[in-house]
């Protein structure tokens, strides 16, 4: 049982240029979310989803994009990046309850 | 604002030591807190809290929440040095976006 899988988990971008980082969970989760965890800060919600087809913003949404097309994938896409978005990534997802399974996270440096 | 205070932000004691980690919060419809243990990767789940008065125990760790007093505590006893992580609390609200509000983390280094 993978649980939740993100690649890659190290890129190096520079400013202006775009990516996306992917997700998977393979337990048939509807919730899925992505973090941004910056040094000695706690985790961020960028932006979530409820089902295949229905995504919303968090708290940090701007410089971001995410699309929710199958119940498993949930990329998230970096547009211009930008020096502020250097910062470790993590995606999660969970079932009905609050426990929120997470994945291995991205480290994303913007130079 | 959903918002959630950890406290001390970073603790060093030595092997053997009870330790323990607080946690405030003040959230919109409050649903449940959450416990994470981080080292070095991904948050791993420790305790889910929903009531009030009814401890979690997990072996050494055990964790409680007051929801009249918005607060919770984690509780490490016997600490080894495999307990060196930087501990999580967050809360899930009804309120506004879903998701998890998270605290800044507690710190915590065992010295041997």
């Known amino acids: 049982n993978a649980g939740v899988t993100q690649t890659p988990k190290f890129r190096i971008l520079k400013i202006g240029q775009s990516m996306t980082l992917q997700c998977t969970q393979d337990?048939?989760?509807?919730?899925m979310y992505w973090y941004r965890q910056d040094p000695g800060m706690g985790l961020k919600l960028i932006y979530y989803?409820?089902?295949?087809?229905?995504?919303d913003k968090g708290e940090v949404p701007n410089g971001y994009n995410v699309s929710r097309s199958t119940t498993e994938d949930f990329p998230l896409r970096l547009e211009l990046a930008a020096p502020s978005q250097t910062s470790v990534y993590f995606c999660?997802?969970?079932?009905?309850?609050?426990?929120?399974?997470f994945g291995p996270g991205t480290r994303l440096t913007v130079t | 604002e959903d918002k959630v205070v950890q406290s001390p932000l970073s603790l060093v004691v030595h092997e053997g030591d009870t330790v323990t980690l607080n946690c405030s919060y003040e959230v919109t419809n409050f649903r449940s807190l959450l416990w994470y243990k981080q080292e070095k990767k991904a948050p791993t789940f420790l305790f889910m809290l929903?009531?009030?008065?009814i401890e979690k125990k997990s072996g050494r760790l055990s964790s409680i929440l007051d929801k009249k007093e918005l607060f919770s505590i984690l509780n490490i006893t016997a600490t080894q040095t495999g307990d060196s992580a930087i501990y999580l609390c967050a809360v899930h609200s009804g309120g506004g976006a879903d998701g998890l509000t998270f605290g800044k983390g507690t710190h915590l280094i065992i010295q041997p």
């Open positions: 929903t009531s009030s008065g």
């Open positions: 999660a997802s969970r079932g009905t309850a609050s426990e929120q399974y």
């Open positions: 337990m048939n989760h509807n919730y």
């Open positions: 989803s409820v089902g295949a087809g229905i995504t």
